[in-house]
């Protein structure tokens, strides 16, 4: 793969490749635990993070060591919809591909669900793109800070094992925007900030070094 392919995967995606990749509500569930903890679950009992095995009746994933439930859809659009995964991702992947150029009529046509059904789906989807795509303005105070409990003797704060990093913008007197990231590499979160706050805007951090690249 080249340069340039890497850098605009969502041309080259094509309606084969979303068939291959997501050919049934399991690998969907998958793709979502994988985009949620993309450094695999952390376990409250556990204070680490385990093996987590898919409970396939149940949309979720329990831990290897005590058995805990996870649920991938939980504070998601797809969370208790029983429409199945794949017809949210479908339809979420024709939007992002149309630009949201997609009727409700195309999407009872194309999986079978009721023309209601659809419409609700096209919604929401169109919804959640709309609030992504919503920047921060004004000022905004931008901290990394990690989830899950402290590690007996472990370290603390950066650099600790088995917890997952977060990167939290806050608005002033505003909403919070939080992201799980997989490390605080500079590479990592500076986009992150970029995509996320408006160019212009004041932003506040502490005085770890990599935000001395922030523009
Ligand atoms: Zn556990």
Request: charged share 30%; hydrophobic share 25%.
């Amino acid at each position: 793969m080249n340069k340039k392919q890497k850098k605009s995967p969502m041309l080259k995606y094509t309606i084969k490749d979303f068939q291959r990749d997501f050919t049934d509500d399991n690998t969907c569930l998958e793709w979502l635990k994988n985009y949620r903890w993309p450094n695999g679950i952390y376990c409250e009992n556990e204070g680490r993070i385990t093996k987590h095995h898919l409970m396939n009746t149940r949309k979720s994933y329990s831990c290897q060591e005590c058995g805990n439930h996870v649920h991938p859809t939980a504070g998601t659009i797809y969370h208790k919809s029983t429409t199945p995964l794949t017809t949210w991702f479908y339809t979420a992947y024709l939007m992002a591909q149309t630009r949201g150029g997609i009727s409700a009529k195309q999407i009872e046509r194309e999986t079978g669900v009721t023309y209601k059904t659809a419409w609700r789906i096209c919604n929401r989807i169109r919804k959640m793109l709309d609030e992504d795509q919503d920047p921060f303005v004004g000022t905004v105070e931008v901290d990394e800070s990690y989830f899950g409990g402290k590690k007996k003797g472990g370290k603390r704060g950066r650099g600790s094992e088995n917890k997952i990093p977060v990167v939290g913008m806050v608005q002033r007197k505003g909403e919070l925007k939080a992201v799980a990231v997989p490390d605080t590499k500079s590479d990592t979160v500076l986009p992150i900030i970029d995509n996320r706050v408006k160019k212009g805007t004041k932003v506040y951090t502490d005085e770890y070094p990599i935000y001395n690249r922030l523009k």
